[in-house]
């Protein structure tokens, strides 16, 4: 039994047929008619990211959607970053995600050098790394162990 869709109409004026089983649809209209061209018009990636997860706030809150596409956008995106995203900016996922990943890395060295004791390095790398979220936590940890283990 095939599952009716139903028209959703993002914020550009542009609708897609959305169906529960095939939401890459309108992830996909999301990145192209949304995420890229405002991160063109802004080179922001962080205010992009948040224009972005509006939008899907706005479309879950509007056509009663299942709140957990917002996850399922974000791993789109991620899928993105790689490619298209990348070309469009010419530079590397990480550097899009983080402009001053470098200082991120040269903090965490000059701490892990400083030859504080243990909880004095904990307390300082917590402060360093607080205002990071928790997908941006996981790309600084995938960037640290590449330069870490691929050297």
Do not use: C
């Not at 139903?6 to 169906?19: D, N, R, W, Y």
């Not at 899009?96 to 060295?109: K, P, R, T």
């Amino acid at each position: 039994m095939a599952q009716e869709g139903k028209k959703i109409k993002l914020s550009t004026g542009m609708e897609v047929e959305f169906t529960k089983q095939e939401p890459h649809t309108l992830f996909e209209l999301i990145i192209s008619e949304i995420l890229i061209p405002k991160y063109k018009e802004n080179a922001d990636w962080n205010l992009t990211l948040n224009i972005v997860l509006e939008e899907i706030n706005r479309l879950i809150s509007e056509y009663e959607l299942d709140p957990k596409l917002k996850l399922g956008l974000l791993n789109q995106i991620e899928e993105h970053l790689n490619k298209d995203i990348e070309e469009l900016t010419g530079v590397a996922k990480i550097e899009i995600l983080f402009i001053n990943m470098e200082d991120y890395v040269a903090d965490i060295e000059k701490l892990v050098i400083a030859g504080l004791d243990k909880q004095e390095l904990r307390n300082q790398m917590a402060q360093l790394i607080q205002p990071l979220t928790l997908f941006e936590l996981g790309e600084l940890f995938i960037f640290l162990g590449k330069k870490a283990f691929l050297k």
